[in-house]
């Protein structure tokens, strides 16, 4: 007999870092609604807090553990929190990201090192940590990538550095620890309204097509997950995004070098009109 939906991961144990909020903390709510317990991991641990409190007022158990995934130790001991208080750990998300934009002129080799320390280190901390564990629940490891660690943008090359390496970590991985009967589902995303964007130059798109919530993000990893997917891409733009990158390269090369030039100008425009401002 199948298991229903709403009680998919009953009585598992799923560890997110980046749980504060966008898609970690939508998933933290959507796994608990599948009937997990949930050990949430971040640097603001009053966000973190109030989520498990309100996780746990639902009736699954919920722990929050202060942590940063760019220092060794943190992970190691969230995942000892999480056998400590559920005696097992069944899921690892590797959710914690950092986005850096900006032309290369613009940016330093430490803008580099803190993007890569985090989305693809800091990833890495999160499997390690697990692995142990992972092997003695034949468990799942989800690692969130981008769209952009299969094309890369302009004004983003560290963001994108650090995903293109992400996909290349899924990818052995999947090989790897299949023998240990542990999954590895990739999540290469596109537009997810988080806040991730907030302290960035980039820019929400209009369009309203190509977005898409946190929540209904979370809801189409969790099916993921639990079905073993090796791979996930959402919404159905980046599906065909990496559709033309792979087999008309040069049309998406067109897309992208146009709607850069047109950025530019857009901006160049908008600070000309401030210096104007300004000097009056």
Known sequence: MSTSVGHRFDGQVVLITGASSGIGAALARKFANEGAHTVLVARRVERIEALAAELTATGRRSAAVAGDVTRDGDLERAVDVALKEFGRLDVAVANAGLLTTGRIHNLTLDDYRRQLETNLFGALRTVLAGLPALQETRGRLVLIGSLLGMISAPGST???????ALNGLSDGLCHELAPYGISVTHVMSGFVDTEIYDKTTLRRPT??????SADDAARQIV?????????????????????????????????INRAFRKATRQREAEAAVQTGKTAT
């Not at 560290?158 to 293109?164: D, H, I, L, Q, R």
């Not at 369009?207 to 898409?212: C, M, N, S, T, V």
């Not at 959402?234 to 599906?239: E, F, G, I, S």
């Open 158 to 164: 560290a963001y994108c550095v650090s995903k293109f």
């Open 207 to 212: 369009q309203k097509w190509i977005q898409l």
């Open 223 to 255: 099916t993921a997950v639990y079905r073993r997917k090796r791979c996930l891409i959402l919404p159905w733009p980046t599906k065909l995004a990496i559709l033309l990158q792979r087999h008309f390269p040069q049309v998406v090369y067109f897309a």
